[in-house]
């Protein structure tokens, strides 16, 4: 996301073992999320612009408000969030794929990829070659450019969890997120 197309970034710290997160908002909303904790890497949010544009506080408005309610969510006090999102960076089958999840998958809910693939429309007219709807929504919410506030931790494979962004880092962000939802049963270890 270049400097010019008003984005303000900030950034968020929260219990997740990707550490805390950087936030990208325009006047129209949340335009991109991306972590930056310890295993994220040093490139993390450079393809989302998360390293230009102008640093807010939580002095303004909308960095004030994506914090309160990041905040209540990781405390266990909200299920839903009622931020707007700037769907700006996606565009296609990409957007009806992550509208679709951030309009009908609520808190402690899950889809499997294909079930999400059938669910948005978006390959309606297109063979599902070998479960090739799945595979393309894997890759979607692989290369979603909000997290989080668009729930790509709810999206899970036909057999198990599936994967999340970030490698190992990413997939015990997956796990945290779920158990907090109350998905998956808490465990006495959570290293």
């Known amino acids: 996301m270049r400097n010019d197309q008003g984005v303000g970034w900030f950034s968020v710290e929260t219990p997740l073992p990707t550490g805390g997160m950087r936030i990208g908002v325009t006047d ?109 929504v894997g890759s979607i919410m692989g290369s979603a450019p909000v997290s989080v506030l668009v729930p790509c931790h709810r999206v899970v494979a036909a057999g198990g969890i599936g994967g999340y962004g970030g490698g190992e880092a990413g997939l015990a962000t997956k796990h945290w997120l779920l158990t907090l939802e109350g998905v998956l049963a808490p465990t006495l270890d959570w290293s």
């Open 28 to 136: 129209q909303g949340v335009v991109a999320t991306a972590a930056f904790g310890p295993d994220a890497g040093p490139d993390s949010g450079r393809d989302t612009g998360a390293d230009t544009g102008p640093d807010l506080t939580t002095e303004d408005r909308r960095a004030a408000a994506v914090t309160a309610q990041l905040a209540e969510y990781f405390a266990g006090r909200r299920r839903e969030f009622d931020l707007p999102i700037d769907w700006r960076a996606t565009a296609g089958a990409q957007q009806t794929v992550l509208r679709t999840l951030h309009r009908t998958v609520g808190y402690g809910t899950t889809i499997t990829y294909g079930e999400l693939a059938d669910r948005s429309g978006a390959f309606d007219e297109e063979p599902d070659e070998r479960g090739l709807r799945a595979k393309t």
